[in-house]
């Protein structure tokens, strides 16, 4: 079962990881994915189709003083 986030996602399989980020909202500049410990290349996100047992995580960059 593909997890994102260590959620269950399975409506995610079959899609690009630029698809399912931008329609979850993410912005690209903002964040790092890792897809089964191997982080992706934000030049990659478009090509690559989330599969049924990936693991993915996401994370976001965020700025404060």
């Known amino acids: ?8 996602t399975p409506e995610a399989v079959g899609e690009t990881l630029s698809a399912y980020l931008e329609k979850n909202g993410y912005v690209p500049e903002r964040i790092a994915v890792e897809v089964n410990y191997n982080i992706i290349p934000k030049t990659e996100y478009k090509n690559y189709i989330i599969s049924q047992d990936d693991e993915i995580e996401i ?4 700025g404060g003083g």
């Open 1 to 8: 079962m593909i997890k994102i986030n260590g959620v269950n």
């Open 59 to 62: 994370v976001s960059f965020m």
